[in-house]
């Protein structure tokens, strides 16, 4: 298993700035069933394209399908509830709390898929967790801040639980199916039952901000997803789980330093110490 780790740092840099389109969706109260239905669509309509294109053969389509739609499903659940809890939390916060998931994969990588890894690998792995660890120890000040992120702390353990499974079925795609009719059917999928609770809210409630704007965003999500999640399997492809999956896992610093940068989030100590140790890792991880 070679030549992974630059598909999995252009995987943590695209997906990070993708992610930080999550925090401009929540700061400008888009709509979140309008944007995740644009992004969805977007990387449906691209990745089908280049499949037809490409006129590649599907070597098990029921294989295709049953883990397009748990990956669906589990991406679905990770993307809606990750821009709710960022409605609730500061994305310093949020961002490294959620990717606690990889805490879970790596588990999963050892228990179940018995992977090895060796030396300063080891070290890295340890780091990486260490400073998702160290910034997520953050809390929000304030009573009135306390009780208006409890609730975001529950949309951030679902989006842990959600990301972990949506890694898992992604490791299962990229070894056993074509990557881009994988991606085609779990974002179709995607869209189509986000166009289904989207249409049912709209019914219950009044869009905060115009749908231009979050149908705007939604496409740069997209656009920066499909580059960034071919990375990723790509990576997966040629290297292990836990390593490729806690090096994606880290995008989140990309995120948080665009937030302090543009949005003026304080940095905080150990905010600092966790972005060090994160650079410190990747040094480590690479093969």
Not at 64 to 77: H, P, R, T
Not at 83 to 108: F, G, M
Request: hydrophobic letters at 55%.
């Amino acid at each position: 298993m070679t030549g992974w780790f630059p598909f999995a740092l252009a995987a943590l840099l695209l997906m990070g700035l993708q992610r930080f389109f999550y925090k401009v969706a929540a700061e400008r109260s888009c709509d979140t069933a309008v944007t995740t239905l644009s992004f969805m669509a977007t990387v449906t309509i691209i990745s089908a394209a280049v499949f037809f294109i490409r006129n590649a053969s599907i070597p098990d389509l029921s294989f295709l399908l049953l883990v397009g739609l748990a990956n669906s499903l589990a991406f679905l659940l990770a993307t809606v509830t990750h821009i709710e809890a960022l409605k609730k939390l500061p994305a310093r916060i949020a961002y490294p709390l959620i990717r606690l998931d990889a805490v879970l994969v790596v588990v999963i990588s050892f228990l179940f898929f018995h992977e090895q890894v060796v030396g300063r690998q080891q070290i890295g792995i340890a780091l990486a967790l260490a400073a998702v660890l160290l910034i997520a120890r953050e809390r929000a000040g304030g009573g009135e801040a306390v009780r208006k992120s409890a609730k975001g702390f529950l949309f951030v353990a679902a989006a842990i639980l959600a990301g972990a499974a949506a890694a898992v079925s992604s490791r299962f795609a990229a070894h056993g199916t074509d990557k881009i009719a994988f991606m085609a059917v779990s974002y179709g999928l995607s869209t189509l039952f986000v166009a289904g609770f989207g249409e049912r809210g709209r019914r219950q409630e009044k869009a905060v901000a115009g749908s231009r704007e979050s149908l705007r965003i939604g496409c740069i999500m997209g656009i920066l997803n499909v580059v960034g999640y071919y990375a990723y399997l790509e990576g997966l492809s040629r290297g292990p789980l836990s390593l490729v999956t806690v090096i994606t896992s880290m995008h989140f610093v990309v995120a948080v330093v665009l937030s302090i940068l543009i949005y003026r989030e304080r940095p905080t100590p150990l905010g600092i110490t966790g972005i060090i140790l994160t650079v410190v890792s990747l040094t480590l991880l690479r093969a």
